[in-house]
Each structure stands twice: as C-alpha cells, then as structure tokens.
C-alpha cells in the first residue's frame, strides 16, 4: 500500500513542457513497446514475452483468462516511487511531474490503461487517493475524484479494460493515524464514513466487481492507551453501515476484507483469515463480507503461503486475491511479484477446486525493486508473475485431473465414511457412546504415518 499526504491540486503545477508533451491525442507513454506476444519457444533471457500464459486456452472448461483474472493494481504501479525508510525516489517516469495535480493524475491514468492494453490484462484496482489529488475540503475532494472517475470511464469504455475492485485509502492521511473505523475520535470516524460513501458511490458508476476494505490502521501500538472493545464494536458498526449502504444505492459488487496481522500497527484487529472470519460470524457479518487474501500478510502472520486461501475457501469466505509474495528472511510487506511456481500450484489448486475466484481475481499488488529503474520492468515483473500463474494453473489441473494426491488424502481419512466415524462426522454421537467404544474396541493400535514427505514428493512431481 502506498501513501499519499494531500497536496494543493492546483493545476498551475507540472505545466512544463516535457510533461504537456503526453496530453496531445495519441501520446504514446510506453514507446517502442507494443502489445506483449505469446512466445511459447522463447529462450532464457526473453521476457518481454509470455511463454505460458494464453487467454484463450482451455482449462477444465474454461478458458485460461477466466481462471485467472488479472489485474493490475494503480498504487504500486502507478504511484510508487521507490523511496523506502532509508532512500528517496529512483523510481522517474517520464509523464509524471510529481505533483498532485489534476492535470498530473489524467496523464498518470491514460499511462494506466495504456500499460494494462499493451499487457493484456482484463481488470484494474484503485484508492480512490491514488487516482485523484485529496482538497481542502470534503466537497472540494469529492469534486477532483469525480473529475478523474470521468476520465476513468472513458478509458474503460475505450480499452474494454474494467475495474476489478476499488478501495478507499483510510491510513495514509495524518487523520487516520489512530484508526478510521476503530479511532477513539467519533468526528474522525464520520470523515471515513463519509469517504466510504464516496468511494462506494463511485465503485457502483465504474462497474466495480468488488470494493475492498483494508485496515492498516484498524489496530492498537499499545494496549495502554486502547479500549479493545469499543474499537472492535465501532469497527463492526462501520462495517454494518458500509453494508446497508452497498444495499441502498443498488451496488452488486462484493464486500471485501483484506487481512494483516501488522505493519503500519503493531496489531492489526484483522490479523488473519479466522480472526477475519471469526470477527464476521461474531458480529453477523458474514453473509455480507468475504475476504481478500494477500499471501504476503499471510506469511507476516507465521503462516504458509496459500494456508489463508486455503481457510477462506474451506468456509466459502474467499473472495479475490492479491497476488504477491514476500522474502521470507524478511519481516515486513515487501509486496514482490510472486514467481515461485510451486506457490501459484497450490494457490490455483485452491481456486480450481472451489470453482474460480469470479467476481473476484488475481490483483498484482506488487511493486517493482527500487533498483528496477526502467519502463520496461514494469512490464517484465508482470509478465513473470503472470506466466507464473498459468504455469500454477496448468499444473493444478494436472493434479485435480489425475486425481492421485486427491485419493490419498480421501483414504487417510475414510474411517469418518462409516460406522462411528460417520456418526462423529454427522453430529449423532456424544462422550458417552464413544467411550464406550473404545471399552469395546480397545485403544488404537494402528496410528498410520502421515507421510508428509511422500506427499511433498507427489507434488514435486507436477511442479
């Protein structure tokens, strides 16, 4: 996630005339490179081509493209600088004068959806403060916003490119330092309120798929100065009032949650997906949320790579995905692009065996390396993590089709089939009847090997 402090969006700025260069009808902002091609035969250092990723090839029905859902994501790519903690910005594009003025974020979107045509990818992914320079006032925002989402709509009309999820940004501006939903100040509450309001209006005019709620601040630094339960309960009521009012104006899109267990806070109330979940149950949530999973909070919570998607999906929770991944050595978001193929096997196995992630998909919240310093970067990380995710694909189908591993898990499990396994499964046993079975039966005996590494193996074996 990226952070943006609101600036003057006095369109004085970035007149000069190396930038006004890109407004004329017909700039090109990524000359010399064209639409990427499919190159099935394509050697080592070839990576301005796709060597697996085909749209329109057949997966288990369906074609490739509709498995996979790609999107790009704006604030990384778009609004990354490259400046971290310890460096300022490498990261110069040629159209972006560095303001935050309106004329700057127009030519910042035609830049977008020129990159996402060229690319070949479906679906797009905003905060509403990525796009559009923040006022001084509530009005004066709205208005800018409005501005841009116009612009926005021409281009998705023009390119065919639609917008796959959009967000509000609630923890970039100093206001948000304590929370949005769950700060301890009702009047700062009302102000993301307001902008919720906002952003779902224009999710519903942009034909968004979904709208994603992310809540890095939504958590405490110390539990000295923190009132746990009045947060989570205004947290709640925030969500509930996001929910009726996605009712009221006739929004279709799906409600998302994107969980992480730290970083801006120390503690995130949405650590992982069963806190996620949990959360949503205990609140009478669930059947308006479902969650966005992004595998490198996963793995910042202690978990495996695909284990969030796996226990989203298990309750019928999952929603979309933001796909990326982080350095394990690591402990912080690096949000880099996923390239490990045998992590995208196991995620699109996931996907496969639940039926797809429509309307949700594969967002590439990702950014490249501050050292990745030319345009053509932008375009081969994509590239990568996209044929990454066709080769997952391709070899997940492989795993389901041939079903080997599927019916070695089935048999470790089969004594739940029949008899007093059954009963245990179908809730019609209690303590009493089972102790007696096992007075009758005596103690188990035979505890078979949960042959991890034989498992391990089997997937090798497709990877």
């Not at 498995?67 to 040629?94: I, K, M, Q």
């Not at 947060?231 to 994107?258: D, H, P, Q, V």
């Not at 699109?348 to 990745?372: A, I, W």
Request: net charge negative.
């Amino acid at each position: 996630m990226s952070s943006f402090a609101p600036t003057s969006s006095d369109d004085s700025a970035g007149n000069d005339s190396k930038y006004r260069a890109f407004d004329a009808p017909g700039a090109e902002f990524f000359e010399g490179i064209g639409k990427i091609p499919l190159k099935k035969d394509a050697g080592a250092d070839e990576t301005m081509v796709f060597k697996t990723y085909e749209p329109e090839k057949e997966v288990m029905g369906r074609p490739m493209k509709d498995w996979l859902r790609f999107s790009v994501c704006f604030w990384h790519t778009f609004r990354g600088t490259g400046a971290d903690p310890f460096g300022f910005p490498t990261l110069v594009r040629p159209w972006d004068d560095g303001s935050n003025s309106i004329a700057n974020a127009k030519r910042r979107l035609r830049a977008g959806f020129e990159f996402f045509t060229k690319l070949g990818v479906p679906y797009w992914t905003f905060h509403d403060r990525d796009i559009a320079p923040e006022g001084a006032t509530l009005a004066e925002t709205n208005k800018n916003l409005d501005e841009i989402v116009d612009l926005a709509i021409e281009l998705q009309n023009k390119t065919g490119v639609k917008l796959l999820w959009a967000t509000c940004n609630l923890f970039a501006h100093q206001r948000y330092m304590n929370g949005a939903g769950s700060n301890p100040d009702a009047h700062i509450f009302a102000m993301a309120a307001a902008q919720v309001k906002k952003g779902l209006e224009v999710a519903k005019k942009m034909g968004a798929q979904n709208f994603v709620f992310w809540g890095g601040r939504e958590g405490y630094h110390t539990i000295l100065n923190t009132n746990v339960l009045t947060e989570l309960n205004n947290l709640a009521s925030f969500f509930r009032m996001a929910a009726e009012y996605k009712k009221k104006i006739g929004f279709t899109g799906t409600l998302l949650i994107e969980p992480k267990p730290k970083e801006p806070s120390k503690h995130q109330y949405d650590y992982d997906a069963m806190t996620v979940i949990g959360f949503l149950k205990h609140y009478g949530l669930d059947k308006d949320y479902k969650l966005n999973i992004e595998p490198n909070h996963t793995t910042l919570a202690g978990h495996g790579y695909e284990h969030d998607i796996v226990m989203s999906s298990a309750f019928g929770m999952l929603g979309s995905i933001d796909s990326n991944t982080g350095s394990p050595d690591l402990g912080w978001d690096t949000d880099q692009f996923p390239m490990d193929i045998k992590n995208t096997t196991m995620v699109m196995k996931t996907v496969l065996e639940q039926g797809g992630l429509s309307p949700g998909g594969l967002n590439f919240d990702c950014k490249v390396r501050r050292e990745s310093t030319e345009l053509r970067d932008m375009f081969i990380s994509h590239i990568g993590a996209m044929d990454s995710f066709a080769r997952g694909l391709l070899n997940a189908e492989r795993i389901l089709k041939e079903g080997v591993i599927a019916k070695q898990v089935k048999e470790r499990y089969s004594s739940y089939e029949s008899g007093i396994g059954k009963k245990i499964t179908d809730g019609q046993t209690s303590f009493e009847e089972l102790e007696k079975y096992i007075l009758d039966n005596g103690s188990p005996t035979n505890v078979a090997s949960g042959r991890q590494e034989h498992y391990e193996s089997m997937l090798n074996h497709y990877v």
